[in-house]
Every structure is written in structure tokens, then in C-alpha cells.
């Protein structure tokens, strides 16, 4: 059964920075692509990063490009986000789950979703 174990969310003001991970399980994690996925109260889940199984630079969404980047260890099975420059309209459960494509922005594509871990951005 596949499982991804979010953490590493909390409470930081604007401008700090915080680094979460995901822990993966269940599935052959080196030949998925993993992404990270966020909703903020009110609104729809939106794409964050992604990070093809190789690794890489990864991809981004524009409204995080520069403050945010995603990397890997395959050794682990796990996935990291770190996130600097918070802003308050970052604020949002953030997700994590795997795609077999290589790359994709939509969560249709993606499955294996965790609980999330709750990200708080004070101004």
C-alpha cells in the first residue's frame, strides 16, 4: 500500500523559511516523479514543484520560482521542499504524491496523497 508521510510544517513568520519532507512508501520511488501539491482554506489544491526521478533542478510553479526547491534522495524514498522568503499568501496544507509522468503540473495525474502538513505564515 502506498503511503507518503508529509512533515516539517509549523508556524514561521513572514520572510523565514522552512524545509519539509516526504517520506514515501509503498511504491518503487526512483522511477516516479514526485510533486509537491498545497490548499490554502477556501481554494482549489495548485501545483508547487515537482522533481522528475532522476532528480534535478525540478520544476515550479511562477508564484514560488526562487523562494522554493525541491531535490530528492532516492536512498531514502523521501522528498524535500524547502521553502525561504515565506510569504503569508503561502499558507496552505502542503501535499506530496507521485506520477508516472515525467512531468505534469495537474494532480489528476498524481496519486498516493498523505495528510499534509500544515504550513502558517504569520505577517
Known amino acids: 500500500q502506498v503511503q507518503m508521510v508529509e512533515s516539517g510544517g509549523g508556524l514561521v513568520q513572514a520572510g523565514g523559511s522552512l524545509r519539509l519532507s516526504c517520506a514515501a512508501s509503498?511504491?518503487?520511488?526512483?522511477?516516479?516523479?514526485m510533486g509537491w501539491f498545497r490548499r490554502a482554506p477556501g481554494k482549489e489544491r495548485e501545483f508547487v514543484a515537482a522533481?522528475?526521478?532522476?532528480?534535478?533542478?525540478?520544476y515550479y510553479a511562477d508564484s514560488v520560482k526562487g523562494r522554493f526547491t525541491i531535490s530528492r534522495d532516492n536512498s531514502k524514498n523521501t522528498v524535500y521542499l524547502q521553502m525561504n522568503m515565506l510569504k503569508p499568501e503561502d499558507a496552505a496544507v502542503y501535499y506530496c504524491?507521485?506520477?508516472?509522468?515525467?512531468?505534469?503540473?495537474?494532480?489528476?495525474?498524481?496519486w498516493g496523497w498523505g495528510q499534509g502538513t500544515q504550513v502558517t505564515v504569520s505577517s
Open positions: 504524491a507521485a506520477t508516472t509522468a515525467y512531468e505534469s503540473r495537474h494532480a489528476y495525474n498524481y
Open positions: 509503498g511504491l518503487t520511488f526512483s522511477v516516479h516523479t
Open positions: 522533481i522528475h526521478w532522476s532528480g534535478g533542478e525540478g
